[in-house]
T-cell receptor, first 112, second 112 residues
Framework: ELKVEQNPLFLSMQEGKNYTIYCNYS?????LYWYRQDPGKSLESLFV?????AVKQEGRLMASLDTKARLSTLHITAAVHDLSATYFC????????????FGKGTRLHILP | ETGVTQSPTHLIKTRGQQVTLRCSSQ?????VSWYQQALGQGPQFIFQ???????GRGNFPPRFSGLQFPNYSSELNVNALELDDSALYLC???????????FGPGTRLLVL
């Protein structure tokens, strides 16, 4: 059964610093998603990564995928307060059931 | 272009009752996924519909059922409600199974 682990689960960092959130998954997958969720709100899609070595960037966020290591990273460059949110990775399971499994989320708090 | 909409926004039911939640996809999107998010947790995948057929299902009992209509809008039905069904229910639509998912604002269900 596919398991998705994110770390850290909570991160408090200063504005201007760089940091990385890690997403490990346990079995073969054909797609990996990153989402952002603000308190009390729905989810906002950030990235979809479909192949080994895929890298996508939007503003201060960059996501990458290594399917051999079963690892995705979300890198934050020069963090700003507006990036404070909970970030989820989710992995598509490759089998008949085609489930999408979410990690527990990383609660990111950026201090001014 | 209209985004993903869900109705109702809030709902209170009692144990044993039945509920129907509705989702209107973004224009042109043929895939709808439903998720349950308990407070403080990551979303749990319920099922996905692609062109009116169920494409994948998570670990939810049969009392959770769904439907996708020819216009690609969707319903989630939950029978015999239990207290643990209290959660935020999210639907997401996409252009295809591996494409970016766009989430609706969610329906908050409280079961008393």
């Amino acid at each position: 059964e596919l398991k998705v682990e994110q770390n850290p689960l909570f991160l408090s960092m200063q504005e201007g610093k760089n940091y990385t959130i890690y997403c490990n998954y346990s079995t073969t997958s054909d797609r990996l998603y990153w989402y952002r969720q603000d308190p009390g709100k729905s989810l906002e899609s950030l990235f979809v990564l479909l192949s080994n070595g895929a890298v996508k960037q939007e503003g201060r966020l960059m996501a990458s995928l290594d399917t051999k290591a079963r690892l995705s990273t979300l890198h934050i460059t020069a963090a700003v307060h507006d990036l404070s949110a909970t970030y989820f990775c989710a992995v598509g399971e490759v089998n008949r059931d085609d489930k999408i499994i979410f990690g527990k989320g990383t609660r990111l708090h950026i201090l001014p | 272009e209209t985004g993903v909409t869900q109705s109702p926004t809030h709902l209170i039911k009692t144990r044993g009752q039945q509920v129907t939640l509705r989702c209107s996809s973004q224009s042109g999107h043929n895939t709808v996924s439903w998720y349950q998010q308990a407070l403080g947790q990551g979303p749990q995948f319920i099922f996905q519909y692609y062109r009116e057929e169920e494409n994948g299902r998570g670990n939810f009992p049969p009392r959770f059922s769904g439907l996708q209509f020819p216009n690609y809008s969707s319903e989630l039905n939950v029978n015999a409600l239990e207290l643990d069904d209290s959660a935020l229910y999210l639907c997401a639509s996409s252009l295809g199974i591996q494409e970016t998912q766009y989430f609706g604002p969610g329906t908050r269900l409280l079961v008393l």
